[in-house]
């Protein structure tokens, strides 16, 4: 005949210890919580890191506000640009610029000046 290796003598009754399956339960599992820790750093790390969220997001508004300025300075050159060919073609209109922003005048020209009031 065997011998029962698994009989009830062997087990515990109830309140005279702990239940194996109970003290499992009731122990942390260092699994999971090094699981928990590690998926915590990596999501704050995936926000506020040199390529988290954040910065991400504030480079792209950066981005978006010079190539705007980018825009606005071949807008301007554009616009220069014409003024130096119109210069070229036209040397009254060079005259011209040199009278109004310069105050320039020709020689024996007499300017008169009035004051506003």
Request: proline share 6%; aromatic share 4%.
């Amino acid at each position: 005949m065997m011998p029962e290796r698994f009989d009830n003598a062997h087990r515990p009754e109830r309140g005279e210890g702990p239940d194996p399956k109970m003290r499992h339960a009731e122990r942390p599992r260092i699994g999971l919580i090094l699981l928990c820790t590690v998926l915590g750093l990596v999501l704050l790390l995936s926000l506020v890191g040199d390529r988290g969220l954040f910065q991400i997001d504030r480079m792209a508004r950066v981005k978006a506000q010079l190539e705007r300025e980018v825009e606005a300075l071949e807008r301007e050159n554009a616009l220069l640009r014409q003024e130096v060919e119109a210069m070229r073609r036209h040397p009254s209109r060079m005259e011209e610029i040199a009278r109004q922003d310069l105050g320039l005048v020709r020689p024996g020209e007499i300017v008169y000046q009035f004051r506003k009031r």
